[in-house]
């Protein structure tokens, strides 16, 4: 099973990930990180195919994926 993984104190909320994700697996989380932008956070974790675009997209290595 895929898993992907997610350091969201990195993250600058430009949403590209979610954009991108062909599964719909990710979305804006509703708190605040500590540079004040509502992380990414991983909503449907078992949709994950561990395809990596997410982490080919982000532009700040905010992506660990585990195939
Ligand atoms: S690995 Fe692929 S399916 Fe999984 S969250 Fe990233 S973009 Fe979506
Ligand atoms: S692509 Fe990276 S920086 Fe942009 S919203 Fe997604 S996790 Fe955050």
Redesign the pocket.
């Known amino acids: 099973m895929?898993k992907?993984t997610i350091r969201e104190e990195r993250c600058k909320a430009c949403g590209l990930?979610i954009h991108?994700?062909?599964?719909g697996?990710?979305g804006p989380s509703e708190k605040f990180n500590a540079k004040g932008y509502h992380p990414t956070e991983?909503k449907h974790p078992e949709?994950?195919?561990?395809?990596?675009?997410?982490?080919q997209v982000c532009p700040d290595q905010v992506?660990e994926?585990y195939r």
């Open positions: 895929p992907v990930c991108y994700c062909p599964k697996v990710l991983v949709k994950c195919i561990g395809c990596t675009i997410c982490a992506f994926v």
